[in-house]
């Protein structure tokens, strides 16, 4: 079995991660002995104490700043594309693959929500069911013959609105119409 370095490959964290283990063990042994076997610089150690935070880690943390602003804004819906949008729109550049990067990072997810759809028809019920008198024989020799109707919902700012028709097959008018909102059930 080879024998291998303690931190064999590249370190998660970077070299900073070697420089977090130096400054624990510094006053176990020198700090130059630990640089030389850890291969990595003593200037380098010394620079990181200096500046724990590097240039680019701190223009991301501002960057997640203003991500996360602009996703509390948009009530936790927006993602990494409409976020990337607004940051372009106040002058931030970043690539969305960069913000969709950080999000993930920071675990931020956008809340979706599904569509209220309507559901129309009930087939599960002990109700009576009319019968087929038509039998899909939708013409009509005379007028008010036979007749056919249709109901539809319409969205609107105060609620659903449910619109009927009825129409004489002989010419195809309008027979009669009506709306209602729903009522309380």
């Given amino acids: ?44 150690y010394y620079y990181w104490l200096k500046h724990p935070v590097g240039a680019r880690e701190l223009k991301q943390q501002q960057l997640l700043t203003q991500i996360q602003q602009v996703y509390d804004r ?26 969709a990067r950080l999000m993930r990072k ?12 309507v559901q129309t028809t009930d087939s599960k019920h002990d109700y009576p069911i009319a019968n087929n008198l038509l039998n899909r024989a939708f013409s009509a020799e005379k007028p008010c013959q ?7 919902y319409i969205r609107t700012d105060e609620g659903w609105l449910y619109l009927t028709a009825i ?3 002989a010419d195809r008018k309008v027979v009669g119409c009506g709306a209602a909102r729903a009522g309380p059930k």
Avoid at 20 to 37: G, L, P, Y
Avoid at 79 to 98: F, H, Q, W, Y
Wanted: net charge positive; proline share 3%; with cysteine.
């Fill in 1 to 44: 079995m080879a024998v291998q370095h303690l931190f064999q490959g590249r370190p998660r964290g970077g070299p900073w991660e070697i420089f977090r283990f130096i400054e624990e063990h510094a006053n176990q042994f020198s700090v130059e002995r630990m640089c030389k076997v850890l291969k990595v610089s003593v200037s380098g």
């Fill in 74 to 99: 948009s009530q936790s819906r927006y993602g990494s594309p409409r976020i990337t949008d607004d940051l372009s729109e106040l002058g931030v550049k970043a690539s969305r693959n960069r913000v």
């Fill in 106 to 117: 920071a675990n931020i997810k956008s809340i979706m929500y599904r569509k209220y759809r």
């Fill in 146 to 152: 036979k007749w056919v109707s249709d109901l539809t």
């Fill in 167 to 169: 129409l004489d097959l």
